[in-house]
Nanobody, 115 residues
Framework: QVQLVESGGGLVQPGGSLRLSCTAS????????MYWVRQSAGKGLEWVSSINSGGSGTFYTDSVKGRFTISRDNAKNALYLTMESLRSEDTALYYC????????WGQGTQVTVSS
């Protein structure tokens, strides 16, 4: 059974930093591209970042380039998103996802950027 569990969200002031983590189980994590997707209140899903199976290729939506860093540790079946210089518009529920096949999503972790 595929399971993705996110953690690390919270309340942070503008300009602050957070590191999100996602622990995967139930599949061969090292064989899949992985994604971070977010949803703001009243808005649709927004792709944030993705990383290839080996971790050598990373991709970002324009609004987070230079501020967010996606990474993975295949030995630990873990995916990370390091977020710096956070803005109020980064406030959202952040999901870890495997989109291949039927797709699998975590339950999400809330990030709130507010003073």
């Amino acid at each position: 059974q595929v399971q993705l569990v996110e953690s690390g969200g919270g309340l942070v002031q503008p300009g602050g930093s957070l590191r999100l983590s996602c622990t995967a189980s139930g599949f061969d994590f090292s064989s899949y591209w992985m994604y971070w997707v977010r949803q703001s209140a009243g808005k649709g899903l927004e792709w944030v970042s993705s990383i290839n199976s080996g971790g050598s290729g990373t991709f970002y939506t324009d609004s987070v380039k230079g501020r967010f860093t996606i990474s993975r540790d295949n030995a630990k079946n873990a995916l990370y998103l390091t977020m710096e210089s956070l803005r109020s518009e980064d406030t959202a529920l952040y999901y870890c996802a495997r989109l291949a096949g039927a797709g699998s999503w975590g339950q999400g972790t809330q990030v709130t950027v507010s003073s």
